[in-house]
Protein backbone atom coordinates (compact mmCIF):
# COMPACT_ATOMS: atom_id res chain seq x y z
CA UNK A 1 0.00 0.00 0.00
CA UNK A 2 2.79 2.50 0.67
CA UNK A 3 4.09 1.91 -3.05
CA UNK A 4 0.77 2.82 -4.18
CA UNK A 5 0.83 6.16 -1.99
CA UNK A 6 4.09 6.85 -3.33
CA UNK A 7 3.36 6.05 -6.86
CA UNK A 8 0.29 8.21 -6.81
CA UNK A 9 1.91 10.90 -5.22
CA UNK A 10 4.77 11.16 -7.95
CA UNK A 11 1.51 11.47 -10.44
CA UNK A 12 -0.10 14.27 -8.60
CA UNK A 13 3.03 15.94 -8.41
CA UNK A 14 4.04 15.89 -12.21
CA UNK A 15 0.38 16.22 -13.36
CA UNK A 16 0.63 19.47 -10.91
CA UNK A 17 3.59 20.78 -13.06
CA UNK A 18 2.07 20.38 -16.09
CA UNK A 19 -0.88 22.01 -14.99
CA UNK A 20 0.35 25.30 -13.17
CA UNK A 21 1.77 26.05 -17.14
CA UNK A 22 -1.38 25.66 -18.72
CA UNK A 23 -4.09 27.14 -15.73
CA UNK A 24 -7.23 26.92 -15.77
CA UNK A 25 -8.09 24.79 -18.35
CA UNK A 26 -11.41 23.25 -17.40
CA UNK A 27 -10.31 18.87 -17.94
CA UNK A 28 -6.83 20.03 -16.53
CA UNK A 29 -8.45 21.60 -13.21
CA UNK A 30 -10.94 18.70 -12.94
CA UNK A 31 -7.73 15.93 -13.91
CA UNK A 32 -5.94 17.62 -11.43
CA UNK A 33 -8.82 17.56 -8.55
CA UNK A 34 -9.69 14.19 -9.32
CA UNK A 35 -5.70 12.97 -8.79
CA UNK A 36 -5.85 14.95 -5.72
CA UNK A 37 -8.61 13.49 -4.07
CA UNK A 38 -7.33 9.92 -4.80
CA UNK A 39 -3.63 10.92 -3.55
CA UNK A 40 -5.45 12.47 -0.52
CA UNK A 41 -7.39 9.54 0.45
CA UNK A 42 -5.10 6.78 -0.35
CA UNK A 43 -3.28 9.00 2.43
CA UNK A 44 -5.95 9.65 4.89
CA UNK A 45 -7.57 5.97 4.95
CA UNK A 46 -4.13 4.78 6.09
CA UNK A 47 -3.67 7.61 8.60
CA UNK A 48 -6.97 8.07 9.99
CA UNK A 49 -9.17 4.97 8.48
CA UNK A 50 -12.89 6.37 6.91
CA UNK A 51 -12.63 9.65 8.82
CA UNK A 52 -9.29 10.03 7.65
CA UNK A 53 -10.04 9.11 4.07
CA UNK A 54 -12.93 12.04 3.74
CA UNK A 55 -10.80 14.86 5.41
CA UNK A 56 -7.97 13.58 2.48
CA UNK A 57 -9.90 13.57 -0.33
CA UNK A 58 -11.50 16.87 0.78
CA UNK A 59 -8.07 18.12 0.99
CA UNK A 60 -6.87 16.80 -2.16
CA UNK A 61 -9.57 17.98 -4.13
CA UNK A 62 -9.21 21.17 -2.65
CA UNK A 63 -5.67 20.97 -3.39
CA UNK A 64 -5.39 20.08 -7.19
CA UNK A 65 -8.26 22.09 -7.74
CA UNK A 66 -6.22 25.24 -6.55
CA UNK A 67 -3.03 23.99 -8.25
CA UNK A 68 -4.59 23.70 -11.65
CA UNK A 69 -6.65 27.02 -11.68
CA UNK A 70 -6.17 30.83 -12.57
CA UNK A 71 -6.31 33.22 -9.67
CA UNK A 72 -9.66 34.54 -10.95
CA UNK A 73 -11.43 31.14 -10.06
CA UNK A 74 -9.26 29.60 -7.40
CA UNK A 75 -10.92 29.42 -4.18
CA UNK A 76 -14.64 28.38 -6.13
CA UNK A 77 -12.47 25.53 -7.03
CA UNK A 78 -11.62 24.99 -4.53
CA UNK A 79 -14.20 24.65 -2.14
CA UNK A 80 -16.01 22.20 -5.26
CA UNK A 81 -13.45 20.47 -5.48
CA UNK A 82 -13.14 19.60 -1.21
CA UNK A 83 -16.86 19.20 -1.24
CA UNK A 84 -17.07 16.74 -4.41
CA UNK A 85 -14.17 14.97 -3.38
CA UNK A 86 -15.89 14.24 0.25
CA UNK A 87 -19.42 13.67 -1.38
CA UNK A 88 -18.19 11.71 -3.77
CA UNK A 89 -16.05 9.24 -1.79
CA UNK A 90 -19.25 8.94 1.14
CA UNK A 91 -21.83 7.54 -1.71
CA UNK A 92 -19.23 5.53 -3.71
CA UNK A 93 -18.27 3.92 -0.07
CA UNK A 94 -21.51 3.22 0.61
CA UNK A 95 -21.94 1.85 -2.87
CA UNK A 96 -18.95 -0.02 -3.87
CA UNK A 97 -16.85 -0.54 -0.74
CA UNK A 98 -13.16 0.49 -0.80
CA UNK A 99 -12.48 0.79 -4.72
CA UNK A 100 -16.06 2.56 -4.80
CA UNK A 101 -14.68 5.25 -2.50
CA UNK A 102 -11.78 6.03 -4.74
CA UNK A 103 -13.79 6.41 -7.89
CA UNK A 104 -16.59 8.40 -6.03
CA UNK A 105 -13.77 10.69 -4.73
CA UNK A 106 -12.22 11.24 -8.24
CA UNK A 107 -16.05 11.87 -9.81
CA UNK A 108 -16.78 14.22 -7.04
CA UNK A 109 -13.72 15.98 -6.81
CA UNK A 110 -13.83 16.55 -10.87
CA UNK A 111 -17.44 17.24 -10.96
CA UNK A 112 -17.23 19.69 -7.93
CA UNK A 113 -13.74 21.33 -9.56
CA UNK A 114 -15.16 22.21 -13.00
CA UNK A 115 -18.58 23.34 -11.16
CA UNK A 116 -16.91 25.44 -8.83
CA UNK A 117 -14.56 27.00 -11.58
CA UNK A 118 -17.86 27.99 -14.01
CA UNK A 119 -19.09 29.81 -10.77
CA UNK A 120 -15.66 31.79 -10.62
CA UNK A 121 -16.24 32.30 -14.20
CA UNK A 122 -20.04 33.59 -14.01
CA UNK A 123 -18.84 35.67 -11.24
CA UNK A 124 -16.19 37.27 -13.00
CA UNK A 125 -18.31 38.02 -15.87
CA UNK A 126 -20.92 39.30 -14.04
CA UNK A 127 -19.16 41.88 -12.17
CA UNK A 128 -17.77 42.85 -15.07
CA UNK A 129 -20.66 43.58 -17.23
CA UNK A 130 -21.89 45.53 -13.92
CA UNK A 131 -19.06 47.74 -13.93
CA UNK A 132 -18.76 48.22 -17.41
CA UNK A 133 -22.95 49.46 -17.49
CA UNK A 134 -22.55 51.36 -14.63
CA UNK A 135 -23.38 54.89 -14.96
CA UNK A 136 -21.45 58.19 -13.83
CA UNK A 137 -23.80 61.04 -12.97
CA UNK A 138 -22.20 64.34 -13.01
CA UNK A 139 -24.15 66.84 -10.59
CA UNK A 140 -23.76 70.28 -11.80
CA UNK A 141 -24.44 72.82 -9.08
CA UNK A 142 -25.97 76.27 -10.54
Known sequence: MKANILLLGAILASSTLVTT????????????????????TAIGKEIGGNNGAMIGSALGGAGGAAAASSKHTRTEAAIGGGLGGVGGYTVGKNVGGTTGGYIGAA???????????????????????????KKKRKHRHH
Open 107 to 133: AGAAGGSALGRKVGQDRDYDNYQSKKY
Open 21 to 40: AHADNATRVAATSALGSVVG
